[in-house]
Every structure is written in C-alpha cells, then in structure tokens.
C-alpha cells in the first residue's frame, strides 16, 4: 500500500506555541509548524512551498504569495471579516472559521454586564466605601423586559437563552426571518420599531456589507434612556460618532464595548472616560484550544486523509 505522504500545516498565530502542540495532538498525522505572524519568513521556504494548510488569525502580508499549494485557511476564532476581505487570499481557497464556546462566554459576559447595573454593583459598592447602609438601592427587576440580539446563530442563541434566564422577554434580530420553535425571530428591517421599548440591545452579528455601520443615528434616534447597547461583534457595526450623540441626547443609557474599529482602542478615543461607556479589552470569547479544537477536529481529519474540508464559509454572506 502507498503511504500519502503527511500534509503540511502552517501555524501563523501570535500564540503559535500554545496552538502548535495542541493541534499536533489533535491530528498526529500532519507535518505542522508555526511561527508568530512578525516572523513567517523564519519558515523554511522550501517547506511553505509545500504547504497546503494554514491555521491562522491575522494574515501577514505577502504570506500567501510564497504558498502556492495552499487549499484551506482555518480561523483560529469566529469572525472571518479580516480574511474573506483579504486582498492576497485568493477566492477558491476555503476558509473555515471556529467559535467553539463562544456562546457561554459571551453570554456569562453579557449577563454579567446587565447585571452589574440591574444589582446596582457600582452604587453599592460605592455606599460600602462610604459606610452607608442605604436600603433605598434597590435591584432592577429585569423580568418581561425586552432584549434584542442581533446576530442568531450559535452564538447569539446561546446569549438568548442565559438572557431568557434572567426572566427576559427574548427576540432574535437576523437578516432572513425564519421559523423558530424556541424564540421570537425579527427581521433586523424591525429594530427600529422595538427600540423604543427594549431594555437592551446586543450585537453578537459578523462585520459583513449588511451589518457595517447599523448602529447609527437613525437607529439610536428610536432608542430610550434606559437602552444598553452591548457589542460582542464586531466595533464596525456600531458608528463611533453616531453612539456617542445617543449618550448624550438620551436615546440610550449605557454602551458596554467589547470590539472597536481599532484594537487596541487608541488612548485618544473619547469612550474611554465617557461616564455612560464601559471599555472592555475584546476578551468576551477567548480562543482557547480546548474550547475551539471540538470545532475544527473533523477538518483537521479530513485534510490529513485527502479529503475536502467542510463548512466553509460564503465569501459573499461574510460568515
Ligand atoms: C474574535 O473576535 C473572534 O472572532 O473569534
């Protein structure tokens, strides 16, 4: 019987020594090697040359270009914006993309931020530090109250259910309306109708042409004081300037900002001391290998035997 011979997968990731090992134990049959994205060209060209895989988040310039054989790019997270929108990565080659338990983290976080407000943590701990025992700070019932996920796909979903756990009154915002048995789905064509009475607003949707630029003054303009807006997506969909008016005019209460346009956010940007703005380092869903391998092992299976890999994304839809 003839051997194939190992395939080769490239490891371009700023954690490459925490990925490398993890993968090799995934799937023992791949010849994988890594290095941080700064220092690609410390690969042994000969070997590029021959590499048909890469795992990878950001992609370094002129990389693809000395990996004629390549055939699938798997993501190290969930959002593919920065790979389907690269110039250098040619349209035939796949890209799979992986959110593991994205879910559960992002909605521990969004849970734990609503929370923090509804429980009025920052008033009682400011009592405490005064040593006022004031029994007229008094938590938020959140039961019945509206909250708007926009993005429903593993993600937004698993976010839905812990909200609907805090007695929240849950509705779906997607781009194509379907039938659903478990939540109230709405076309993201109706945000501006549910605004006025929703109690918050969380983007857990991919940077795509649809979805850039949503949150703007003309959706704020339907909002209300006791809005929180919460963006585990991506910073594009929110515009930076048209959020901040909201604050001030009033049409929402809170932003609590996970993802911006520019990371790390500069030290210059005015939503870090806005007192209505909570800044979070976009650690909503970390990538871990144990959380994200589940997700990728059967593509990994498949690319060390010589099959397709499966799942890819659609350039067009962006995710
Ligand atoms: C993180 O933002 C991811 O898209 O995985």
Known sequence: MKLMPMRK?????????????????????????????????????????????????KLPEGLTGRMPKLAWVQNSGAGVD???????????????RADGRFGFWMARYVCGHLLTEAQRVNECAKAQAAGLWNPKVI???????????????RIGRQIGKALRELGMDVTGIVYTPREDSEFNLRSSTDLGELLPTARCLVLAAPSTPL??????????????PALTLINVGRG???????????????TLGHAVLDVF??????????LWHHPKVTVTPHH??????????PDILENLRRFAEGHPVQYAVDRTRGY
């Open 9 to 57: 997968l490239a490891v371009i990731h700023h954690r490459w020594t925490q990925w490398l090992p993890a993968l090799q134990q995934a799937e023992p049959r791949l010849d994988i090697r890594g290095a941080h994205p700064r220092e690609w060209e410390s690969l042994d060209p000969a070997w590029l040359a021959e590499t048909e895989g890469m795992f990878c988040w």
């Open 82 to 96: 920065h790979l389907v929108n690269h110039p250098e990565l040619s349209d035939h080659i796949p890209i799979t």
């Open 139 to 153: 938590p938020e019932d959140l039961g019945g109250k509206s909250a708007l996920v926009l993005g429903f796909g």
């Open 211 to 224: 979805t850039r630029g949503l949150v703007n003054s003309a959706l704020l303009s339907h909002g209300n």
């Open 236 to 250: 594009d969909l929110v515009n930076q300037v048209d959020l901040l008016a909201a604050l001030d005019a009033g």
């Open 261 to 270: 346009t520019e990371e790390p956010l500069p030290i210059e940007s005015p």
């Open 284 to 293: 909503s869903g970390p990538s871990t290998p144990k959380d994200l391998i």
